[in-house]
């Protein structure tokens, strides 16, 4: 069983900056990290992905804001959020595509983590 476990969200003003770590507890091979939010209903959407290699992809809505990057020796991603806006508020989660089998891979999602950007 692979647990994500999330942490630093919280509240924050319009224009600062929050940083949340997403640790993986395994010992199997994780490929591509990322991390999606969702307010309530509304679908939730990708923010931003890493590959183990580091390869990135964003959203455009967080293009130039935000930062992805990971520690794959901690099995940890980190998503740094600067210039926040109140329309990034949203639940945030960690989701990592883990290699199960030979063949196989399954996704595993974090619990999330509330960030509230107030104006």
């Known amino acids: 069983q692979v647990q994500l476990v999330e942490s630093g969200g919280g509240l924050v003003q319009a224009g600062g900056s929050l940083r949340l770590p997403c640790a993986a507890s395994?010992?199997?091979?994780?490929?591509?990290m990322g991390w999606y939010r969702q307010v309530p209903g509304k679908q939730r959407e990708l923010v931003a992905a890493?590959?183990?290699?580091?390869?990135?992809n964003y959203a455009d809505s967080v293009k130039g804001r935000f930062t992805i990057s990971r520690d794959n020796a901690k099995n940890t991603v980190y998503l740094q959020m600067n210039s926040l806006k109140p329309e990034d508020t949203a639940v945030y989660y960690c989701?990592?595509?883990?290699?199960?089998?030979?063949?196989?891979?399954?996704?595993?999602w974090g619990q999330g983590t509330q960030v509230t950007v107030s104006s």
């Open positions: 890493i590959t183990r290699g580091g390869s990135t």
């Open positions: 395994t010992s199997l091979r994780i490929n591509v």
């Open positions: 989701k990592a595509n883990v290699q199960t089998w030979v063949t196989r891979t399954d996704d595993y």
